[in-house]
């Protein structure tokens, strides 16, 4: 009887009091807890929603249906509950303090949805209400944002670049305000981290400009030294990159905050930007040496097993690894990539104090040795002689990435005299076999840069070797003339003198559009008289193209010269064996391209 009437309850054919009503929810409600697979749990509640998305809010107790389907866990109709009683649209129905709380505990039902894509709507419905889209009054607005503001922690969590939307929407007026709450309780530390992150990195900006551009309007420089902070105490690694990238800090301030948190990178940064480079390379070299031992001593904490089990699965790809060989495997890489980053840290000190002036390039050159003597001399103070084997070859291999990846910097900032010089007078007692790995890293260095200009080179010939062929098709290419200075060549009647009257050594003939060519002489029109030549070759010319030959129609090819005629044929003439002047036959030579070509009679 329940389902029944519950069918007819929605459609809106009948009415039953709150009681009734109640008991078809209640029955829902105890379907919907005594279903144990998802499919029947989401037709229950669905079933519930639609039922009290029909009724009038009068139609039955909110409170007892509230606490009902709250007790059961159906979230949704539990949201659809308190998205009524905060609206307005029931104005009078409620206080400003209960809606309030049905605000809040709305906010709750998005946050602990199963759907993360679901929760993700709790910020268009904060949006909604909070700015008077839904409200009766500003007061009311105000009120909803006010309980808003204890539910924007939970809100960075789930979405700081989101939550950093609706804060530029709805506070950036209490900009500050908001971020100190967010700091005032430690829970909430890395909440206030990660708005601030969300405005600062540009992460907002990706999703919504202008917002981003209000927020970041409205930061003062103690919002950026607390994001610092922050940073500094949660995510150390970050640091250095935001103070190569940003300038909106605070130098003294950042070095102790950095030396306090034993930021090596981010201190030797702020020390060169005071102007103590010497002492910047200095602490950047020490750390270097503190992470290289410490790679050393995770090495050796290994064993020797665990390298032998390693080399025997290069060979054998169904070797089984168990847990404990991949985690020692992670760590060992985690150190390798913790030594090449404090190595890249002081080779960008080493390039951007390099070559600022030329008067200090010497003083750039002693920077980059000095990181070069360091890795040098590493294999002495690291003592792998006294190492097991494999220990030695792991670290080895190290060293030799660490050196290549230094040379590759170096010989772009150091001049290979200078280079050279440091090898040969520093090292001359020394074993070639010392210093193999340097000297092999610089040849190979140069050797790729030498590839590199080769490879250019030969591209350079290759595209000028394509021009003159493109020049030479262009030069060996006939133009089409239909008239010469407007009379026609075929079916036209120039006259006996024509020829002569606007010939003269030394002219050019140029073809202008249409086909239409014109004589001049150095740029300008010649229109003298009479001095001979011009009728022969243009009666030649017409002739020419009514004696062509059949095979230069099915090749498609008119008015070439006779040798040419010879090469198209597949034969070599005489001319050509003999290297005698090209035999001039219907057409003029076609190195005479753009001069007329007097030919005798």
Request: with cysteine; aromatic share 6%; glycine share 8%.
């Amino acid at each position: 009887f329940l389902d029944f009437m519950a069918k007819y309850l929605v459609k809106g054919i009948v009415r039953v009091n709150k009681s009734v009503t109640f008991r078809i929810l209640s029955r829902m409600s105890d379907r919907y807890q005594g279903s144990y697979n998802p499919e029947g749990r989401q037709s229950a509640q669905d079933q519930i929603i639609e039922l009290l998305s029909a009724l009038p809010r009068n139609a039955y107790d909110p409170d007892d249906v509230l606490q009902m389907v709250e007790t059961a866990g159906i979230h949704r109709a539990a949201l659809l509950l308190h998205q009524q009683g905060a609206s307005a649209w029931h104005e009078g129905g409620e206080d400003g303090d209960r809606r309030a709380q049905h605000f809040r505990a709305a906010i709750d039902c998005y946050l602990g949805d199963n759907d993360p894509e679901f929760r993700l709507n709790v910020f268009d419905y904060a949006k909604k209400e909070c700015s008077g889209a839904g409200s009766a009054s500003e007061e009311e607005s105000a009120t909803l944002k006010a309980a808003l503001s204890s539910k924007l922690a939970s809100l960075v969590e789930l979405d700081p670049i989101r939550a950093a939307q609706l804060v530029a929407e709805l506070y950036v007026e209490d900009l500050d305000d908001v971020i100190s709450a967010l700091g005032r309780s430690s829970k909430h530390t890395v909440s206030q981290f990660k708005l601030l992150h969300a405005i600062i990195s540009g992460d907002l900006a990706k999703l919504d400009v202008v917002s981003s551009s209000v927020l970041s309007a409205n930061l003062t420089m103690d919002h950026h030294q607390t994001y610092l902070r922050l940073m500094a105490k949660l995510h150390s690694d970050m640091v250095y990159h935001y103070l190569s990238t940003h300038d909106t800090y605070r130098a003294d301030e950042a070095l102790k905050l950095c030396q306090q948190y034993e930021i090596t990178d981010a201190s030797a940064y702020l020390l060169e930007k005071m102007g103590n480079v010497s002492s910047a390379l200095q602490l950047i070299l020490q750390t270097l040496e503190g992470r290289m031992m410490a790679l050393k001593r995770t090495i050796r904490g290994m064993g020797t097993e665990f390298f032998l089990r390693t080399s025997r699965a290069k060979f054998l790809p169904d070797w089984k690894k168990d847990d404990a060989q991949e985690e020692q495997r992670k760590k060992q890489q985690r150190e390798v990539e913790g030594v090449k980053r404090i190595l890249v840290v002081a080779l960008d000190l080493c390039e951007r104090n390099a070559g600022t002036a030329t008067q200090h390039t010497e003083h750039g050159s002693q920077l980059w040795f000095n990181v070069l003597d360091r890795l040098i001399n590493a294999k002495g103070f690291l003592r792998l002689s006294k190492e097991q084997p494999e220990h030695a070859k792991v670290m080895a291999g190290v060293l030799s990435d660490l050196l290549q990846l230094t040379m590759q910097r170096l010989v772009s900032s150091v001049p290979l005299p200078d280079l050279v010089r440091k090898v040969t007078t520093d090292h001359s007692g020394s074993r070639l076999g010392e210093l193999r790995e340097m000297v092999e890293s610089l040849l190979s260095t140069y050797g790729h840069e030498l590839d590199v200009c080769k490879g250019a080179v030969h591209v350079m010939h290759d595209d000028v070797r394509n021009m003159e062929k493109k020049n030479r098709r262009i030069k060996l290419r006939g133009a089409c003339v239909r008239s010469v200075m407007q009379y026609p060549l075929v079916g036209g009647s120039m006259g006996p003198g024509f020829a002569e009257s606007y010939a003269q050594l030394g002219s050019t003939l140029s073809l202008g559009e249409d086909g239409d060519a014109t004589i001049s002489d150095g740029g300008h029109s010649v229109k003298d008289q009479q001095t001979g030549g011009l009728a022969g070759a243009l009666d030649r010319l017409r002739a020419s193209r009514r004696r062509t030959t059949d095979d230069v129609q099915e090749a498609k090819i008119s008015f070439l010269a006779e040798s040419d005629f010879t090469f198209y044929r597949g034969e070599v003439s005489e001319a050509v064996e003999l290297g005698q002047q090209r035999l001039v036959g219907r057409l003029g030579e076609a190195a005479s391209y753009g001069s007329l070509h007097w030919m005798s009679n």
